[in-house]
């Protein structure tokens, strides 16, 4: 099992940014995919980005694309979502997952992750 935790949210004005950090303990963190999500009030839980496990390959959903950016520095057990010209929008909480190596679902979908963070919420003010 892998243990995570997300930091970095806050209150930010709409054209701001943002970077978050994911931090991991636990089983060894270069052996896994990382994923970030969120969930807005009242919606269902969406993939935003994905990482591999040495960072060579990143893709991502389209409303984020040119915008965001994630990284990883296994060195410090640590990934990140770097945000930039935010939006309204992208109100949320964000949680970073790591991939349980389901291979058969959706990297896109949650679950095929098997562990989870507690989320830091973002806010952005128009």
């Known amino acids: 099992q892998v243990h995570l935790v997300e930091s970095g949210g806050g209150l930010v004005q709409a054209g701001g940014s943002l970077r978050l950090s994911c931090a991991a303990s636990?089983?060894?963190?270069?052996?896994?995919?990382v994923g970030w999500f969120r969930q807005a009030p009242g919606k269902e839980r969406e993939f935003v980005g994905r990482?591999?496990?040495?960072?060579?390959?990143?893709y991502y959903t389209d409303s984020v694309k040119g915008r965001f950016t994630i990284s990883r520095d296994n060195a410090k057990n640590s990934a990140y979502l770097q945000m930039n010209s935010l939006k309204p929008d992208d109100t949320a909480v964000y949680y970073c997952?790591?991939?349980?190596?389901?291979?058969?679902?959706?990297?896109?979908?949650?679950?095929?992750?098997?562990?989870w963070g507690q989320g830091t919420q973002v806010t952005v003010s128009s």
């Open positions: 990482i591999n496990w040495n960072g060579g390959f990143t």
């Open positions: 636990g089983r060894t963190f270069s052996n896994y995919a």
């Open positions: 997952a790591a991939d349980g190596g389901r291979y058969t679902v959706p990297y896109s979908q949650k679950e095929r992750y098997s562990d």
